[in-house]
Structures are given as structure tokens and as C-alpha cells.
Nanobody, 124 residues
Framework: QVQLVESGGGLVQAGGSLRLSCAAS????????MGWFRQAPGKERAFVAA????????NYEESVKGRFTISRDNAKNTVYLQMDSLKPEDAAVYYC?????????????????WGQGTQVTVSS
């Protein structure tokens, strides 16, 4: 089993940037497909981005394409989400997720491992 701990959330002005980190412990990190979901107040959790085990394949939700970048460092057991040009509608709790399947997915139920989440607040 893998444990996930997110960090890097906070308050930022619209147009600003944040980098979220997710440190993983437990089984070999490189065996996991990793991703990020988010949940805004009053809304359901939604897919943000995912990255394959090697980092060679990435997938993004349409509204964050060109603004967010997911990456991973398998030597550091860490996945990142670089968020640029932030908008008020990006404000949410961001969750790091992991799965041992061999392909990336944008489906919440495909990820059995979840972190506790980190809050991102974007002021207008």
C-alpha cells in the first residue's frame, strides 16, 4: 500500500502560480500511475491531471491544459502539479491519487489511493 502526502497549497492571486507536491511512501513509487483531482465547495470531485509510471504519458482536464503541468521524480517518490495562470475557478482542495494499473485514467474510481488533500485558494 502507498501513503500520499500533499503539500504546496495556499492563497494566491489570480494569474499567479503554485506548485503542489505529493510525496509517496510504501511500495515502489515507479509502479504507480499518479494523478490529481480537485473538489471545489459544493461541487463533485473532478479530474485534473494524470501521469504514467515513466512520466512519458500525461493527460489533462480540458480547462487546465496549457496552464497546469504534471510531472514526477521517481527517484524522489514525488509527483508535482505546477499550476500557472491560476483563476478563481481553480480554487479547490487538491488530492493526489495513485493506482497500480498500467494506464492513466481520468476516472475517480480507478484510483484506490488518495492523499488527504491540500487547499488552493485563488483571490480575484
Amino acid at each position: 500500500q502507498v501513503q500520499l502526502v500533499e503539500s504546496g497549497g495556499g492563497l494566491v492571486q489570480a494569474g499567479g502560480s503554485l506548485r503542489l507536491s505529493c510525496a509517496a511512501s510504501g511500495r515502489t513509487f515507479s509502479q504507480y500511475v499518479m494523478g490529481w483531482f480537485r473538489q471545489a465547495p459544493g461541487k463533485e470531485r473532478a479530474f485534473v491531471a494524470a501521469i504514467s509510471r515513466s512520466g512519458g504519458t500525461k493527460n489533462y482536464e480540458e480547462s487546465v491544459k496549457g496552464r497546469f503541468t504534471i510531472s514526477r521524480d521517481n527517484a524522489k517518490n514525488t509527483v508535482y502539479l505546477q499550476m500557472d495562470s491560476l483563476k478563481p475557478e481553480d480554487a479547490a482542495v487538491y488530492y493526489c491519487v495513485a493506482a497500480t494499473r498500467g494506464y492513466i485514467s481520468n476516472i475517480e474510481n480507478d484510483y484506490p489511493y488518495w492523499g488527504q488533500g491540500t487547499q488552493v485558494t485563488v483571490s480575484s
